[in-house]
């Protein structure tokens, strides 16, 4: 019927000798891809700061490099020199863009911090892409 496996496994087994690359556990992974997540917001964050100054702005900066410094154990983000050219209404876009990524992430590594940062920064990317609304007036 079928030929006999002749050749070695490539894939460990629990059975056999423990390779000779590193694992990393799926948390790990998670924590890598949110940091990840969380440093390309704060880099647009950054670029929103230099085009609009703003106290906003500047908090969640901070708040984005204190969740990236916990998710990296303790190695502070490497930030670039923000450039002070580009649309607002872009950066806005791909800021809530990323905000949205790392929320899925932090959902589903059951990170309430970062999920609650990911969403507040979400809702305030909407807000600036939606601009102030009036109350309405009629009765």
Do not use: W
């Amino acid at each position: 019927m079928y030929e006999p496996i002749r050749t070695k496994s490539v894939h460990s087994t629990p059975a056999g000798p423990p390779s000779d690359f590193p694992h990393r556990s799926r948390e790990e992974e998670l924590d890598i891809q949110l940091a990840g997540h969380l440093g390309a917001l704060l880099a647009v964050t950054d670029d929103l700061r230099a085009l609009t100054a703003s106290a906003e702005l500047d908090t969640a900066a901070e708040r984005l490099a204190r969740e990236i410094c916990r998710l990296r154990g303790g190695r502070t983000p490497l930030r670039a020199a923000p450039g002070a050219s580009g649309d607002p209404a872009v950066l806005h876009r791909r800021a809530h863009a990323l905000a949205g990524r790392a929320l899925v992430v932090a959902a589903s590594r059951a990170d309430t911090a970062a999920a609650i940062l990911a969403a507040e920064r979400m809702d305030a990317h909407t807000a600036a892409l939606t601009g102030p609304k009036e109350l309405s007036t009629a009765h």
